[in-house]
């Protein structure tokens, strides 16, 4: 059975391809996207025959004049402590996939914070759907920062890279 991330993980490379039906069966579980024109992608999913009882967690009440909110920054480039410079470019994820820093696991990465680049030199490898897909620079300059974990799940516009611009 599919997981909600997985589910929603799909609706996302559905939307953003030509894509305009997707059936997947599994074990009596049935998902069907559609989309068209006017429509959102449309998930249903007929649920498998049931045979634990259905679990119920306790969550400890909290008197509400001692809990403390912190607002949390809104992305990476929000984050206290690091201001983002300008004039540095980023390179951002054009897919949601799984960030890879080298071609395969036992070779160096493709690039290190220090590194030059080229608009044309690859810096990574986005897995999406068991294709491999493989992220240029797209500009000159020097690697500044490396922003994404290797096997990290990135989103769709997630910056990667910060590159110093020459």
Do not use: W
Request: aromatic content about 4%; proline content about 7%.
């Amino acid at each position: 059975m599919l997981k909600i991330q997985e589910i929603r993980e799909l609706i996302k490379l559905i939307d953003q391809s030509s894509i305009n039906e997707f059936e997947y069966e599994q074990e009596g579980a049935k998902i069907t996207m559609k989309k068209g024109v006017e429509e959102q992608p449309e998930v249903q999913q007929t649920p498998q025959a049931v045979t634990q009882a259905p679990v119920q967690a306790e969550v400890p009440q909290q008197n509400p004049q001692t809990v403390e909110e912190k607002p949390e920054p809104k992305s990476e480039d929000e984050k206290p402590g690091k201001e983002m410079d300008e004039s540095l470019h980023k390179i951002e994820s054009p897919m949601v996939g799984t960030f890879y820093a080298s071609p395969s696991p036992d070779e160096d990465s493709y690039v290190k914070t220090g590194d030059k680049v080229s608009n044309d030199s690859i810096v990574c490898i986005i897995e999406a759907m068991k294709l491999f897909n493989e992220i240029e620079a797209e500009v000159n300059g020097e690697i500044v920062e490396i922003l994404a974990e290797n096997g990290q799940l990135v989103e769709y516009g997630q910056p990667l890279f910060l590159v110093k611009k020459q």
